[in-house]
């Protein structure tokens, strides 16, 4: 069983920054593949971020490339996201997820667990 804590979110001006944080325990952090996903009021979860457990490979949706990055410290147990340039369209609440082994999906139901999210709003 893996536990995921995310926190770090909150409101921001557009243009404006936020760094999340997912903290993990229950396994060992290293083994598992990472990803970051975002649900806006009245839409579908979908895809932000991922990080490959080893490799340190990425993914980005291409909404959020060149303003956001995903990182990782295994010592910490701690996965993050880094988002600069903010829009309202970013507005959300944010889940990261976790899977085992070392490729990187962008699909939700490759992840093996997530946790209770946190909220971003950006106001314009």
């Known amino acids: 069983q893996v536990q995921l804590v995310e926190s770090g979110g909150g409101l921001v001006q557009a243009g404006g920054s936020l760094r999340l944080s997912c903290a993990a325990s229950?396994?060992?952090?290293?083994?598992?593949?990472m990803g970051w996903f975002r649900q806006a009021p009245g839409k579908e979860r979908e895809f932000v971020a991922a990080?490959?457990?080893?490799?340190?490979?990425?993914k980005y949706a291409d909404s959020v490339k060149g303003r956001i990055t995903i990182s990782r410290d295994n010592a910490k147990n701690t996965l993050y996201l880094q988002m600069n340039s903010q829009k309202p369209e970013d507005t959300g609440v944010y889940y990261c997820?976790?899977?085992?082994?070392?490729?990187?999906?962008?699909?939700?139901?490759?992840?093996?667990?997530w946790g209770q999210g946190t909220q971003v709003t950006v106001s314009s």
């Open positions: 990080i490959s457990s080893i490799a340190y490979s990425t």
């Open positions: 229950g396994r060992t952090f290293s083994n598992y593949a």
């Open positions: 997820a976790v899977r085992a082994g070392s490729r990187v999906p962008t699909s939700m139901s490759e992840y093996n667990y």
